[in-house]
């Protein structure tokens, strides 16, 4: 799992748990913890509250989620998927919040980002989709690349392609795919 340390806040994160988040050994003194969605796999509403619950148990302060094409109820229903998130975690679809002075934008997984503005430099920008040709294994989104090349974060974190797991940085940006399906599997196997 990835990890990341901007203005003293540890950050950890996560994407593609697909219904295996029970395996996850959560790292200790993480103040932030962000999922780029795939919570499930095909929707499910026991995978989507199983998760939810876990997920407002973990011990750090500040849960993001930002839904994934697998996580039906918030992409067709997304004022009936509000109500199942717990008042503890934050759901960011197309906007942007600050926590303790980094600000966090997530885009939805479908790109309907066009209208979202910011008068804030943004530090982190989450998203399910890849941008494209960077750890997306042709999964990738122009419409995404372009945005995130507009804005211009410090860092791009996202999912959705299980085979590209890893980091690198492009035009001063750091992704990074935080995709663990097969990890969680391997682990699932031993």
């Known amino acids: 799992m990835h990890t990341i340390k901007i203005k003293s806040q540890n950050i950890l994160l996560l994407s593609d ?11 200790k003194n993480i103040q932030i913890v962000i999922h780029c969605g795939d919570i499930c796999n095909a929707g499910d509403m026991d995978e ?20 994934g ?3 039906l109820p918030f992409e067709f229903e997304p004022e009936w998927g509000k109500r199942l998130i717990p008042k503890d975690i934050i759901w960011l679809n197309d906007e942007a919040i600050v926590i303790s002075e980094i600000n966090i934008m997530g885009i939805s997984a479908f790109p309907f980002y066009n209208g979202i503005e910011t008068k804030n430099k943004i530090d982190i920008i989450a998203s399910h989709y890849p941008p494209y040709g960077i750890l997306d294994n042709g999964f990738g989104s122009e419409e995404i690349s372009n945005f995130i090349f507009q804005l ?7 999912g959705h392609n299980h085979s590209n797991y890893g980091k690198t940085k492009y035009k001063n ?4 795919n935080a995709s663990i399906y097969h990890k969680l599997c391997q682990k699932e196997n031993q």
Not at 19 to 25: C, F, N, S, T
Not at 152 to 158: D, E, G, L, M, T
């Open 69 to 71: 094409n697998h996580d």
């Open 17 to 27: 748990t697909h219904g295996k988040h029970r395996l996850i050994d959560i790292p």
């Open 152 to 158: 211009a974060p410090k860092y791009h974190i996202f």
């Open 173 to 176: 940006i750091q992704y990074i």
């Open 48 to 67: 989507v509250l199983d998760f939810f619950k876990w997920y407002a148990q973990l011990e750090i302060p500040h849960k993001i989620f930002i839904h």
